[in-house]
């Protein structure tokens, strides 16, 4: 008992010394709700540096508006599902595309 009062006390310090240590973080800004960064597919590759996908992409009549649909009502692991039915068959591209995005 007395030995998790102490741990407790020191934890405690600890926390406030991290505090009185990290400055206070700014708070960034975000984009605009609604409005995605990249309007158009080219824009979204070509800010990913990946300029080959597109083809693909205008063959399936896939826009920037229904990539940034999928990823917010269905989440990253969907938008990565349908990058690879597009053709995007490299995880580190796939994560590129969708970190562009992500919210």
């Known amino acids: 008992m007395v030995r998790e009062s102490i741990a407790a006390e020191r ?3 600890l926390e406030l010394e991290l505090d009185a ?3 206070p973080q700014q708070p960034t800004a975000a984009p605009p709700a609604g409005a995605p ?3 158009s597919v080219a824009s979204l590759l070509e800010a990913a540096a990946l300029p080959q996908y597109l083809a693909s992409f205008e063959e ?5 508006e229904t990539l ?4 917010e009502s269905q989440g990253r692991t969907a938008l990565e599902e349908v990058l690879l039915e597009l053709g995007v068959r490299s995880k580190g591209h796939r994560m590129k595309i969708a970190n562009l995005v992500a919210p």
């Open 21 to 23: 240590r990290m400055p």
């Open 68 to 71: 940034y649909g999928v990823m």
């Open 11 to 13: 934890r405690k310090e």
């Open 37 to 39: 960064r990249h309007a």
């Open 60 to 64: 399936e009549a896939m826009d920037a």
